[in-house]
Nanobody
Framework: QVQLVESGGGLVQAGGSLRLSCAAS????????MGWFRQAPGKEREFVAA????????YYLDSVKGRFTISRDNAKNTVNLQMSSLKPEDTAVYYC????????????????????WGQGTQVTVSS
């Protein structure tokens, strides 16, 4: 099992920044690709960003490219999402997730391929 705990959400004005963090425990963190997803009220959960096991490869939702940066620290068992130039449409509950399979060499945007989830952290961007 992999346990994930997110932190760093909050209320911010449009154009502002927030940094989300996800602390992992349980199995060997560096064996798992990691992702961030979000779910706005009345909408389905959507992929935001993902990072490979080593951190060498990343992938982003088009609408957040250039504004969000995903990173990881395998020594500290953490994955972060730095969010800048935030927009009201970024308002959602943000979830950290770990790959369903240990050791996978690619990253995926499919939420069904992630087997471990945090409890979520609320991000609210006011206009």
């Amino acid at each position: 099992q992999v346990q994930l705990v997110e932190s760093g959400g909050g209320l911010v004005q449009a154009g502002g920044s927030l940094r989300l963090s996800c602390a992992a425990s349980g199995r060997t963190f560096s064996n798992y690709a990691m992702g961030w997803f979000r779910q706005a009220p009345g909408k389905e959960r959507e992929f935001v960003a993902a990072i490979s096991r080593s951190g060498g490869n990343t992938y982003y939702l088009d609408s957040v490219k250039g504004r969000f940066t995903i990173s990881r620290d395998n020594a500290k068992n953490t994955v972060n999402l730095q969010m800048s130039s935030l927009k009201p449409e970024d308002t959602a509950v943000y979830y950290c997730a770990a790959d369903l399979y240990s050791g996978r060499y690619y990253i995926t945007v499919d939420s069904k391929e992630y087997g471990y989830w945090g409890q979520g952290t609320q991000v609210t961007v006011s206009s």
